[in-house]
């Protein structure tokens, strides 16, 4: 889908109409009772609550735990003393998007130094990384819990090139069913984001450098948000 850009956004200086200067890529599941959530977290709930022919106009009323569908984590969630998501800058959440791609990978594998490392040369501060597995299609399986992970000397590399947000189309940075969080650990204590669960990864330019969107609801005193992510990257032509 193109989307249209303002004239300082689509590089049109002398002012004329804008056009479709960008691609939109979702990156996000469709929030159901169906999308999948961590194991123990609330199960979500939607369903009417006003009707046209009852009440005069549709409501809806949506039950959901902070971390349900494609989220973002704040510092709060790993920290007591760690910013919540609404006291967390919102210039963290959009920025040039670094693509680690990683297909192929097994249940349980370990994403590495290794996987990384062609893309050094373009980490830094504001970038955000994201790492694309695929694993999203294995959503409404018991697979889909199995999936790859972050080493933890992946998570201080990034932290030390300056990178203070990362995102994943898995459930989780680090291994979920484990005892230890070494991804989340780390960037709770210098104040940085995870993105969680994306999903669509595959639908994203290879070669491309997106910009990337992760802006979370500004919801008071929380550990983390729902976001609706998405990638805008040059229109074709």
């Known amino acids: 889908m193109n989307v249209w850009l303002p004239d300082w956004m689509s590089g049109d200086e002398a002012g004329g109409a804008a056009g479709p200067a960008a691609r939109l890529v979702d990156l996000s599941h469709p929030l159901s009772e169906s999308v999948p959530i961590y194991p123990g977290d609330p199960?979500?709930?939607?369903?009417?609550?006003?009707?046209?022919?009852?009440?005069?106009?549709?409501?809806?009323h949506v039950h959901i735990g902070t971390?349900?569908?494609?989220?973002?984590?704040?510092?709060f969630h790993f920290r007591d003393h760690g910013a919540t998501v609404d006291r967390m800058p919102l210039a963290l959440t959009v920025g040039p998007g670094v693509v680690v791609r990683v297909p192929g990978k097994l249940?349980?594998?370990?994403?590495?130094?290794?996987?990384?490392?062609?893309?050094?040369d373009r980490l830094g501060p504001g970038r955000i990384v994201l790492f694309a597995t695929g694993w999203y299609e294995n959503a409404g399986s018991e697979r889909f819990f199995e999936h790859p992970f972050l080493a933890a000397d992946v998570g201080r590399?990034?932290?030390?090139?300056?990178?203070?947000?990362i995102a994943i189309d898995t459930l989780n940075a680090d291994r979920t069913g484990g005892d230890a969080f070494p991804i989340h650990d780390a960037f709770a204590d210098?104040?940085?984001?995870?993105?969680?669960?994306?999903?669509?990864?595959?639908?994203?330019?290879?070669?491309?450098e997106p910009l990337l969107v992760l802006l979370p609801l500004n919801l008071v005193g929380c550990d983390g948000a729902p976001v609706r992510a998405v990638a805008l990257e040059p229109a074709a032509g």
Request: proline share 7%; hydrophobic share 40%; no cysteine.
């Open 67 to 75: 971390q349900t569908g494609t989220h973002i984590d704040a510092p």
């Open 43 to 60: 199960e979500p709930r939607i369903f009417s609550a006003t009707t046209v022919a009852r009440d005069g106009y549709n409501l809806s």
């Open 190 to 208: 210098v104040g940085g984001f995870i993105a969680e669960n994306l999903a669509g990864t595959a639908a994203l330019t290879p070669g491309v």
């Open 157 to 165: 590399a990034l932290l030390d090139a300056g990178v203070l947000t």
């Open 107 to 120: 249940p349980f594998q370990e994403i590495t130094l290794a996987d990384l490392e062609p893309h050094r």
